[in-house]
């Protein structure tokens, strides 16, 4: 990935997020990258999603345990938009430890479970996972989208979805919270 790809990106997540800014980012970037070919996000320190998963970066979460976390996707498609990250960063599924990348879509399945009962609008849902830039992968921690889907929606996900629109706080824990709340019993999603 260029050197801009990867300043896009980080700044396009970095925006939305009160506790990290784009001053505190930039700088960062530039040191990391004064070498092109030092640009191997790989463990990188200034994932946005390891910064979520170790509580430094604001998010709404749904579920987490020792293997993965769940919370909402600030750019959502539609809402009640969730994604499932591995706990240990992994910049593609291949470097995912495969009874994490187990969990990742056992954990998958049961928020499309949720979802379905949650009272958000979903008449179907996609479990969508883009691995590498090519695919469209955009932030180099490998993650599971679970979205909720309904009549009329667009049938692609990539080319139709508007990620300008940028949801608000109260909006997401309020989705969160309904998900949550449409888990199986006690010991469902454990
Ligand atoms: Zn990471």
Same mark, same amino acid.
Request: aromatic share 6%; charged share 25%.
């Given at each position: 990935?260029? *050197?801009?790809?990867?300043?896009?990106?980080?700044?396009?997540?970095?925006?939305?997020?009160?506790?990290?800014? %784009?001053?505190?980012?930039?700088?960062?970037?530039?040191? +990391?990258?004064?070498?092109?070919?030092?640009?191997?996000?790989?463990? !990188?320190?200034?994932?946005?999603?390891?910064?979520? /998963?170790?509580?430094?970066?604001? #998010?709404?979460?749904?579920? +987490?345990?020792?293997?993965?976390?769940?919370?909402?996707?600030?750019?959502?498609? =539609?809402?009640?938009?969730?994604? %499932? %990250?591995? =706990?240990?960063?992994?910049?593609?599924?291949?470097? /995912?430890?495969? !009874? /994490?990348? !187990? *969990?990742?879509?056992?954990?998958? *399945?049961?928020?499309?479970?949720?979802? +379905?009962?949650? &009272?958000?609008?979903?008449? &179907?849902? =996609?479990?969508?996972? !883009?691995? &590498?830039?090519? #695919? &469209?992968?955009?932030?180099?921690?490998?993650?599971?989208?679970?979205?909720?889907?309904?009549?009329?929606n667009p049938g692609s996900l990539?080319?139709q979805?508007?990620?300008?629109?940028?949801?608000?706080?109260?909006?997401?824990?309020?989705?969160?919270?309904?998900?949550? =709340?449409?888990?199986?019993? #006690?010991?469902?999603? /454990?």
């Amino acid at each position: 990935m260029s *050197r801009g790809a990867v300043m896009i990106e980080c700044l396009y997540y970095a925006k939305t997020t009160p506790i990290i800014t %784009v001053d505190d980012w930039k700088p960062r970037l530039e040191d +990391r990258f004064q070498d092109e070919s030092e640009a191997n996000l790989s463990g !990188a320190p200034e994932c946005i999603f390891c910064e979520i /998963v170790s509580g430094k970066a604001e #998010a709404s979460i749904v579920f +987490r345990d020792e293997q993965v976390t769940v919370f909402m996707d600030i750019h959502p498609v =539609n809402p009640g938009h969730l994604l %499932v %990250v591995p =706990n240990e960063h992994a910049s593609g599924i291949d470097d /995912v430890p495969e !009874a /994490v990348c !187990a *969990r990742m879509f056992i954990v998958g *399945r049961q928020m499309a479970r949720a979802l +379905r009962r949650s &009272g958000l609008r979903c008449e &179907g849902v =996609n479990l969508y996972l !883009a691995d &590498g830039a090519a #695919a &469209g992968q955009d932030v180099f921690h490998s993650h599971l989208h679970v979205i909720p889907r309904f009549r009329g929606n667009p049938g692609s996900l990539g080319l139709q979805a508007d990620f300008s629109v940028v949801a608000s706080r109260d909006e997401l824990e309020v989705q969160a919270e309904a998900i949550r =709340n449409s888990f199986d019993a #006690a010991g469902d999603v /454990v």
